[in-house]
């Protein structure tokens, strides 16, 4: 569980945002949207820790994430950002670097390791391409193995970048059914959407930045209700009667 509170980020000490106060709670998907430059990706690089707080402060599991080691922080979340290289290593050796964390200086995995590994990549369904090398696959694939490589660090959290950018319609939902079971599984999924009527469909809660603040934190339906978001991203939110979410403009 992440808890913000009155969190400001930003760059060289200009924050972006300010006052933010939320909390993404466990065995729940909670998503950041808002437009373009509006802080999403930085404030979900604060939660990673790969950006410093310029004010409040973000606990984790009760914790103040500045209190946590490296190591012990990297065991405890995961963070995909959206922008990596693709290395020339297998599957099996990606997806083995989310252990790493556990490693002492030897770095020679222990058979609890290995199981983990296998485990991370037969949850994710890349189990099948373990000898494949990573350049090969496809995009959609490759998030796969990616996400395979966060689970293999364990923890109670992982935290995505934008996860769906650049996958066919049909990978995007494939990834994010797979998030939907990780969070009904118990774990803390905090992410950057872009992509509103996804963002609504599969959150349990979404957090609307907006104007340098957290202009609204609830359940989707409320946010529709509201027609707030209608406002913000000047589109007609409309929910069709099974209950998914598209966009008209």
């Known amino acids: 569980m992440f808890e913000l509170q009155q969190a400001a980020v930003g760059y060289d000490a200009v ?4 006052n933010v106060s939320f909390t993404a709670q466990d065995g729940q998907i909670t998503t950041l949207v808002g437009t373009n430059g509006c802080g999403k990706t930085t404030l979900l690089k604060a939660i990673a820790r790969q950006l410093p707080l310029l004010g409040g402060q973000i606990l984790l599991q009760g914790r103040s994430i500045q209190d946590y080691e490296r190591k012990e922080f990297a065991r405890t979340a995961a963070f ?14 990606l997806v083995s670097h989310g252990r790493f964390p556990y490693l002492g200086l030897s770095r020679q995995m222990t058979t609890k390791d290995r199981k983990e590994v296998e485990d ?22 490759r998030q796969r193995v990616y996400l395979a490589m966060a689970l293999a660090q364990g923890g109670d959290a992982i935290l995505l970048d934008e996860p769906t950018t650049y996958l066919d319609v049909a990978a995007q939902f494939e990834l994010l059914e797979l998030l939907r079971t990780l969070a009904n599984q118990g774990k803390t999924v905090l992410l950057v959407l872009h992509d509103l009527a996804q963002a609504l469909q599969y959150s349990d809660r979404v957090a ?5 603040k957290l202009a609204a934190f609830d359940a989707p339906a409320n946010l529709f209700e509201q027609k707030m978001l209608d406002e913000i991203f000047r589109v007609t939110l409309c929910r069709a009667p099974e209950g998914t979410y598209y966009l008209r403009r």
Request: proline residues 7%; hydrophobic residues 40%; negative net charge.
């Open 120 to 141: 991370a990549m037969q949850a994710t369904g890349v189990a099948r391409w373990a000898d494949r090398d990573l350049r090969e696959l496809s995009g959609g694939e």
């Open 80 to 93: 995909m950002p959206q922008v990596r290289n693709i290395p020339e290593i297998t599957v099996r050796g």
């Open 15 to 18: 924050p972006i945002l300010q």
């Open 208 to 212: 609307v930045l907006a104007d340098g």
